[in-house]
């Protein structure tokens, strides 16, 4: 199985004997992560790193995660080898075997070299030219209808598929793809100095959505319906008090980090008081 060595607790404390009853089973839940941006960055730090950390403190549940790729990940939830994920786009088949509970928003945004034509910037003007090809990481999910693109591109063996976001930005750096989607968290991350040099900008395909909502996905192998519900009710505390704002604003500029928090419930604190 290709995956990364990094294994971790995330956070080890004591709560009295039967406290986590409500969330989870009675054992150690393996939590699925991959490299994105400030969503997880390989220094174990990131917006879904302290997530985790909040909500095993509030839930007492025993989170081990491991880092593995993105498709891995929805393959394992499938079979049952996993417990957990979180950054996860809901569809049909996915909500099969798992429970999906939305606490962000990303917004995909079309990123292109400033050397890439006018003309060819607009999905049209780009799927007419045959000798542009698209980069993705494989299993992403991107919402409707920019997915509807991919599959237009992939008809024409133009997509060129990539194992995780590091590999997908270096395939952008080298050439080897024209265009890519990305969200701010990632290309923040990823092409902060490019982007204020000039060399990529950033287009809109989709501006009609405000974004897609990102959910915390627990596997119903392992989750009873009661507990799903009490995962979802515990995010939206979380919401509520602002904690959720205070995770995005620590690795994104005001804006950005107010544009998360959006389509996932009641405007927080940090962004409802304007501050």
Known sequence: MLRSCCVFILLCFSLPLGASERYCPDRPLLVGLF??????REDRTGIDHDLLQLLQNRTGCNLTAEVMPRARTWYNLEQGLLDMTSTGILT????KHSWFIPYMQLKNYLI???SLPREQRDAAGFIADTNL???AVRGFKHGEPLDKILTVLAETQRVLYYPDAPTLFYALKRGRIQAMFSQPPIYRYFLA???DQGLYQLLDWAPELTGTAHHLVLQRQTFSASQAEAWQQLIQQLMQQGELSKIYHAYLAREEACQLELAAGPKAALCAKGQ
Request: hydrophobic share 30%; no cysteine; glycine share 10%.
């Open 35 to 40: 490299y994105y941006g400030h969503i997880y």
């Open 133 to 135: 090809y698209f980069g």
């Open 92 to 95: 049909e088949e996915r909500a």
């Open 193 to 195: 100095d490019e982007l």
């Open 112 to 114: 292109v070299p400033a």
